[in-house]
């Protein structure tokens, strides 16, 4: 199957939206992207999809909201900007979706609730629900509960988990970068566009994994992980810009380009 075909097939779609993608320039909440994002979303409702959406972005609306701390690193204070931040981030979430009348629901995990059967059991029937009932769940990681080894900031594998266990169609990635090239194409004017990667594991043969940009976190490492993460689970992943104007209506009509990783069959 190419890139288009999942799109139009896939019914339960995972979207993870990374930090840089969300924020404006100083790092608030960017409300007029939130809304288009409900815009599409709710096209998506209509032609019988279901999402869960898995949202970055708290410590920088906490940095933005505050001002200060932004340079802080010790875990305890990014902890507590993720917790002023992520109330500015779920308002601005329900303002948004308001719009359309679709009601959202907050999730948050630690990775240790993805180890636990009756964790995950209850997780699941929380999600089921909220789908089942029209509410879009919006998951990010429980920053100010998570502790430094399980790693603040890796909301691409906690996409990854949660398309697992929702057993989702499609694991859409929302980034600052249109897909994976052979190098970081901000370093390196010359880079060269990977379309379709049907082995993830091979990955590091033919492209470099650099780290991220400016907001954050985990740059192509934890976008390649999580391929590999749902690609074992026979899941598709897409990884896309979602900078772009309706990215999602855009990719879903064959418009836009991305790189697709492909689950072996
Ligand atoms: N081979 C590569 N192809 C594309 N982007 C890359 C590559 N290596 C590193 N990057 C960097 O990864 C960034 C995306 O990661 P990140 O900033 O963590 O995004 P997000 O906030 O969406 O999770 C890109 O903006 C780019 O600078
Ligand atoms: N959970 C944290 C960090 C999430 C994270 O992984 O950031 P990103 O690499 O931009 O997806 C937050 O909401 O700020």
Redo the contacts with the bound molecule.
């Keep these: 199957m190419d890139k288009d075909e999942i799109m139009q097939k896939s019914r339960k779609i995972v979207i993870k939206?990374?930090?840089?993608?969300l924020s404006d320039e100083n790092g608030f909440v960017n409300k007029e992207y939130l809304s288009k994002l409900a815009y599409q979303v709710n096209e998506l409702k209509k032609r019988g999809k279901q999402v869960v959406l898995v949202s970055?972005g708290a410590r920088i609306a906490g940095v933005a909201t505050l001002g200060k701390w932004a340079l802080k690193e010790e875990v305890h204070y990014k902890q507590a900007l993720c917790a002023i931040g992520q109330v500015e981030l779920m308002d601005a979430y329900r303002k948004a979706f308001f719009e359309y009348g679709i009601p959202i629901g907050q999730i948050l995990f630690t990775k240790d609730d993805f180890s636990d059967s009756y964790r995950i059991l209850n997780i699941r029937n929380t999600l089921f629900t909220l789908i089942d009932e029209g509410v879009i769940p919006i998951v990010n990681e429980n920053d100010s509960v998570s502790v430094e080894e399980i790693k603040i900031g890796d909301?691409?594998t906690l996409a990854a988990y949660t398309a697992h266990l929702w057993n989702a169609d499609l694991l859409i990635?929302?980034?600052?970068?249109d897909?994976?090239?052979?190098?970081?194409?901000?370093?390196y004017k010359d880079?060269v566009f990977i379309e379709k990667i049907e082995d993830v594991n091979h990955i590091e043969k033919i492209?470099?994994?650099?780290?991220?940009?400016?907001?954050?976190?985990?740059?192509?490492h934890?976008?390649i992980q999580a391929a590999k993460l749902v690609n074992k689970h026979g899941i598709p992943m897409i990884l896309a810009n979602?900078e772009k104007e309706n990215i999602i209506l855009n990719l879903l009509e064959g418009k836009e380009r991305a790189s697709v990783f492909l689950p072996k069959i």
């Design positions: 939206i990374g930090t840089n993608t970055s909301n691409d990635l929302l980034s600052d970068i897909g994976i090239y052979n190098k970081n194409p901000k370093e880079a492209a470099e994994i650099g780290d991220a940009g400016s907001f954050g976190t985990g740059g192509m934890t976008k979602g």
